[in-house]
């Protein structure tokens, strides 16, 4: 009879052995997201590779909280859609300069581009509108009524695929400013003040670390005695089969 091995606990880390650690995946969950969006960047093609949605102006296609993944395209071939019957591309525009200052911020529009048109100046120009039919019966319009013409330098790229809900964390980050705020100050103080006990007091890490010690040796104490009550027991199971074999050699 084959003996199951013992598995050995592993050694329980010490506080100062936990927070390195979690210095560390913080370290490297910063540097990952700094890398990726470049990455994102540049396979895309679009300065905004990815945007959460914060507003419902575009349901019921896409609603707050969707994550859509933006990608560059040619102006020239950027397809016309009905407010409607949809189709066409979802586009992510600039509204900066088109006289639109009413809506109160600098984020990106995603509508769905409605018209297209070459301009006198030989520029391409765009209308765009929200699919919701109850707040956007109309195409965009600036803070004169009139429908915005979108210049094709203003367009930052067209919607790629859509992620759903993904991007209520950043929302409730935007809308709870203050609490997120807090949650991230209370996070870095108990670090530093945890950082800081330790070096003040290290014979409390001292004695943590024996604590630990004598609790991996007890473990691996008890694991040796466990694994040579196993030994003896086989020992004894093949000792009596041996026996056993002896006798029926004799009949």
Same mark, same amino acid.
């Given at each position: 009879m084959a003996t199951k091995p013992v598995k050995k606990k592993k050694t329980p880390l010490t506080k100062k052995q936990q927070i390195i650690r979690e210095v560390i995946f913080f370290a490297v969950v910063i540097a990952l997201t700094f890398s990726f969006m470049p990455i994102m960047k540049a396979s895309l093609?679009?300065?905004?590779?990815?945007v959460v949605v914060t507003s419902g102006s575009m349901e019921t296609t896409i609603y707050r909280g969707d994550l859509l993944v933006i990608g560059g395209k040619d102006p020239a071939e950027i397809l016309v859609g009905d407010h409607i019957d949809h189709g066409?591309?979802?586009i992510l525009y600039n509204a900066t300069g088109l006289n639109? /200052? %009413?809506?109160?911020? @600098?984020?990106?529009?995603v509508h769905r581009c409605v018209g297209k048109e070459v301009g006198d100046d030989g520029v391409l120009y765009f209308t765009a509108q929200g699919d919701n039919l109850d707040t956007n019966t109309r195409p965009d319009t600036d803070d004169d009524g009139n429908t915005i013409r979108i210049p094709e330098d203003h367009i930052l790229g067209v919607v790629k695929s859509i992620i759903p809900k993904i991007g209520y964390p950043k929302l409730w980050m935007a809308e709870n400013n203050i609490f997120s705020t807090i949650l991230?100050?209370?996070?870095?103080?108990?670090?530093v003040v945890s950082i800081v006990d330790d070096y003040l007091h290290p014979e409390k890490e001292e004695?943590?670390?024996?604590?630990?010690?004598?609790?991996? /040796? %007890?473990?691996?104490? @008890?694991?040796e005695i466990i694994s040579r009550i196993?030994?003896?027991?086989?020992?004894?199971?093949?000792?009596?089969d041996s026996g056993d074999s002896e006798i029926d050699l004799g009949i």
């Open positions: 093609k679009s300065d905004y590779p990815l066409g591309d979802i639109w /200052e %009413s809506r109160g911020s @600098d984020e990106p529009i991230v100050i209370g996070l870095a103080i108990l670090l004695k943590n670390e024996a604590k630990t010690r004598e609790s991996a /040796e %007890s473990e691996i104490d @008890d694991s196993n030994d003896g027991q086989v020992k004894e199971e093949e000792s009596k």
